[in-house]
């Protein structure tokens, strides 16, 4: 296996981001048309936090009701601020492969932001790490 590998070359860099104006809805959208776990929330370049799947699929109540009014009303309650893991682990470009398994493997999230100088460089996931080991073999 390669040594010290940083994550800079496995790391996705075609970002979908959100910002606070959008919505909810605005945000199940691009998850769902983009086959996204993970959209990153911005501040012109800064990252400001990250929506998952997850969190839409826990107050949305998709898993006990199949009913589009209960989504409705849960989405238009809540705005992406509210509903946004706000504190965030982050790694620079520069992390190794090893680094972002081990910090992954610790925590209960898929994904890590990639920061350098405060600006979103872009975002390493789960899927990222497999597809990386699986082309070692």
């Known amino acids: 296996m390669k040594q010290r590998v940083p994550v ?13 104006t959008n919505t909810l809805y605005d945000a199940e959208k691009l998850l769902k ?18 929506i998952s799947l997850s969190d839409l699929l826990k107050i949305s109540y998709t898993d006990v009701t199949d ?4 989504e409705s009303v849960v989405y238009e309650t809540y705005t992406i601020p509210q509903i946004m893991a706000k504190t965030l682990v982050t790694i620079p470009p520069s992390a ?9 493997s ?15 460089k872009g ?5 990222d790490l497999l597809n990386y080991f699986l082309a070692q073999y």
């Open 96 to 104: 190794n492969i090893k680094e972002v398994t081990e910090l992954l």
């Open 8 to 20: 800079s070359q496995i790391m996705s860099t075609k970002l979908i981001t959100l910002n606070t």
């Open 106 to 120: 610790k925590h209960s999230f898929h994904s890590v932001p990639v920061v350098e100088d405060g600006e979103l």
């Open 67 to 70: 009913s589009d009014e209960v």
């Open 123 to 127: 975002i390493v996931t789960t899927t």
């Open 33 to 50: 048309e983009n086959n996204l776990r993970h959209l990153p929330v911005v501040d012109g370049k800064k990252l400001i936090g990250i």
